[in-house]
């Protein structure tokens, strides 16, 4: 199984996995640091008597679970917070809560502060209320009649407990006696002893049934509120790492986002399966403000952008090794991918190999070679083919071809221009006026390099397909688009045309890369031909001819290594 798919992502975006994870946590940090810590003291209530009692009926014992929410229902609402601040002389309490414990007649209060005495203070003083609002919890209006209640509970449990002693004496008297009317007469005495403990027993169920002993809605305090010396929060680096966790969470799924969202192939392995093509070579980025001209390959021979242009000359090479002529077509699938640059380096490299090369730009619409190599282009493609009589020999079509033709400062190289742009470009490129100058071109140059437009906007690199050698797909790492490449390979399948292979520019290999060859920038300067002077500009160990000395400077001098 190939994982590379799913880690690509987070090796291309480690820089903003890295920066959210740091500034998750750093981030944290400076907002936990100030934080003081906060403590927590909990007081627990008991709701009726069925916790006391040695055998509690099922009745009891649901309806005092029930009342325990209720309670807890009561703290929660805020019912008992102005009471408790009147009570304590505060302005505000510290947030609390109130739990009923499942499955029992417990309810705990508890409360969080900074400070832990006003915890313990507010939980109690909570406890206080919340047992006032009960039935039971009896104002000073009854505490006369609780009072009386409780000296009536006194006083008949004396008389119990006096019955219970005489009925005890008079049935040991009873085993004692032998006359039948004593026997009888000290039976009556206990039957009637024994109905007065009745009574007795009944009165006393009736009046503990009044008071918080005995009653079901009743709360009793039955764990003190605690003094907590133990902060409990905030856990300062759990947090900090927490967040650093989730920054970089979310740093992974935004580049995954981003990398489902970018449609741009990046590598030749993502080209090379969309359009089942080798690649013949990689153009690394470069600025032109860098190097004297776009022309790479005449004014920097021994840069590695020279060399990248190199392998692409040997590719091209090996694609047409039993052709004596070869025509190439260079397109890409849309705007600024580089295809006229590569145009002119690849017809400089091979023309530096001592063959004679021919570079037509092709390109009627937005043409460029005349501005790469500083050439005039009043005359040129169009004019020559409005010029053309079909009916001229071969011979006579080459004389004409000369008088359009340029030459370069390149050995080797003629340049035609593509002269004024037409109305027509496509019908102009597939016209049998066209088929007749290619025919008289070939036997007269080595290599035949088109310049042409891009596949996707106009039909005109379709039509010239049929009529080259070979075709080269210029493809720009972070700015081609699958679904163009999809739409490429389809359209030239149609035409039947002969691809060769593809060139991925703006694209540098790293040393982990299959395709690695040098980095030029590890090489010492004399390694690459260059010296850099104390003014940093690059300057060669031989002279250059300045094929544009006395010319006019262009406005269009300075201009992007796009097509």
């Not at 809605?217 to 409990?232: D, H, K, M, T, W």
């Not at 597939?430 to 025919?439: D, E, F, N, R, Y």
Request: proline share 6%; hydrophobic share 40%; no cysteine.
């Amino acid at each position: 199984m190939n994982f590379k798919p799913y880690i690509a992502p987070v090796l291309k975006w480690w820089w903003l996995i890295l920066g959210a994870t740091l500034l998750a946590g750093v981030s944290s940090y400076f907002v936990t640091r100030p934080l003081p810590p906060v403590y927590l003291s909990t007081v627990t209530l008991s709701v009726g008597t069925a916790i006391s009692q040695p055998n509690p009926d099922g009745g009891t014992i649901g309806l005092e679970r029930q009342l325990s929410e209720t309670y807890a229902g009561f703290v929660n609402n805020g019912l008992l917070t102005q009471k408790t601040q009147e009570a304590l002389g505060l302005e505000w309490l510290p947030d609390y809560s109130a739990v009923a414990r499942i499955s029992s007649q417990l309810v705990e209060i508890s409360v969080v502060d900074t400070n832990p005495i006003r915890a313990q203070r507010v939980a109690d003083e909570l406890a206080h209320q919340l047992i006032l609002m009960s039935p039971t919890g009896a104002g000073q209006s009854e505490e006369g009649l609780q009072a009386f209640i409780n000296q009536q509970i006194q006083e008949l449990q004396t008389n119990i407990q006096a019955t219970q002693r005489e009925i005890a004496q008079k049935q040991e008297e009873l085993t004692r006696l032998i006359s039948a009317s004593e026997i009888a007469t000290l039976q009556g005495e206990i039957t009637v002893l024994e109905a007065r403990l009745t009574t007795l027993n009944s009165n006393f169920a009736t009046l503990i049934s009044s008071t918080d002993r005995g009653a079901s809605n009743s709360l009793r305090v039955i764990v003190e509120a605690n003094l907590p010396f133990r902060p409990i929060g905030p856990n300062k680096p759990v947090i900090i790492v927490l967040s650093a966790v989730v920054g970089a969470f979310l740093a992974v799924a935004a580049a995954f986002l981003l990398e489902f969202i970018d449609d741009t192939v990046k590598d030749p392995e993502e080209v090379s399966e969309l359009i089942q093509l080798p690649m013949l070579a990689s153009l690394p980025a470069f600025k032109v403000d860098t190097f004297e001209h776009e022309l790479i390959t005449a004014y920097q021979p021994r840069s590695h952008v020279s060399e990248a242009f190199r392998v692409l000359r040997t590719g091209i090479k090996f694609a047409s090794l039993d052709k004596t002529n070869a025509s190439i077509l260079v397109t890409s699938s849309s705007s600024s991918e580089g295809k006229s640059m590569t145009s002119a380096n690849l017809a400089v490299v091979l023309a530096q190999t001592g063959s004679r090369v021919l570079l037509i730009d092709a390109d009627l619409r937005r043409p460029r070679q005349h501005l790469l190599f500083k050439l005039p282009n009043d005359r040129g493609l169009t004019s020559f083919l409005l010029e053309l009589n079909v009916d001229d020999p071969i011979s006579d079509i080459w004389k004409l071809l000369q008088s359009y033709i340029q030459p370069s400062t390149v050995d080797g190289l003629s340049i035609l221009t593509s002269g004024p742009l037409p109305p027509n470009p496509s019908e102009l490129l597939g016209s049998t006026k066209m088929q007749l100058s290619l025919a008289a071109l070939t036997g007269e140059f080595d290599y035949l390099v088109f310049d042409t437009t891009p596949i996707l906007a106009v039909t005109d690199a379709l039509v010239m397909a049929t009529q080259v050698d070979n075709i080269i797909l210029i493809t720009r790492s972070g700015q081609t688009t699958r679904a163009q490449l999809r739409q490429v390979q389809e359209r030239l399948s149609k035409m039947k045309g002969n691809v060769i292979g593809y060139v991925l520019n703006r694209w540098t290999p790293n040393v982990t890369s299959d395709y690695y060859y040098y980095d030029e920038q590890s090489m010492p300067p004399e390694q690459r031909g260059i010296s850099t002077p104390a003014n940093g500009r690059f300057k060669f160990p031989f002279p250059l001819p300045n094929p544009w000395r006395g010319r006019t400077k262009s406005k269009e001098t300075n201009v992007r290594s796009e097509g």
